[in-house]
């Protein structure tokens, strides 16, 4: 059954915001060590956005994003959040949510260490 569902995105002209939600089970997301958002562009490998701990809620974003996205979670609503600002063309992409349940070493931005994963939602800037 589907566990992360995002929404959120659509097109925007460069310079503008969006903010993307993933509803998520509430038991994975009480369960997720960490939570993040990553991003495919076409021809592109999926790249980790931005991340966020469980426990004391740390957060990392990749070089690109620092200073206009912001990660965030909402427990009531067990939803992610990623808050766009200033919007670039090159920020255009499938956007994913992404769950983690399992306690490691790997970077929070790895793709390679998260195991439940949404459907997407697509991010256009021009």
């Known amino acids: 059954h589907v566990q992360l569902v995002e929404s959120g995105g659509g097109s925007v002209q460069a310079g503008g915001s969006l903010r993307l939600s993933c509803a998520a089970s509430r038991y994975l997301f009480s369960s997720s060590f960490c939570m993040g958002w990553f991003r495919q562009a076409p021809g592109k490998l999926r790249e980790g956005v931005a991340a966020i701990y469980r426990g004391d809620r740390t957060t990392y974003y990749t070089d690109s994003v620092k200073g206009r996205f912001t990660i965030n979670r909402d427990i009531v609503e067990s939803t992610l959040y990623l808050r766009m600002n200033r919007l670039r063309a090159e920020d255009s992409a499938m956007y994913y949510c992404?769950?983690?349940?399992?306690?490691?070493?790997?970077?929070?931005?790895?793709?390679?260490?998260?195991?439940?994963w949404g459907q997407g939602t697509q991010v256009t800037v021009s």
């Open positions: 992404a769950a983690r349940t399992e306690m490691g070493w790997g970077h929070p931005l790895s793709r390679y260490e998260y195991d439940y």
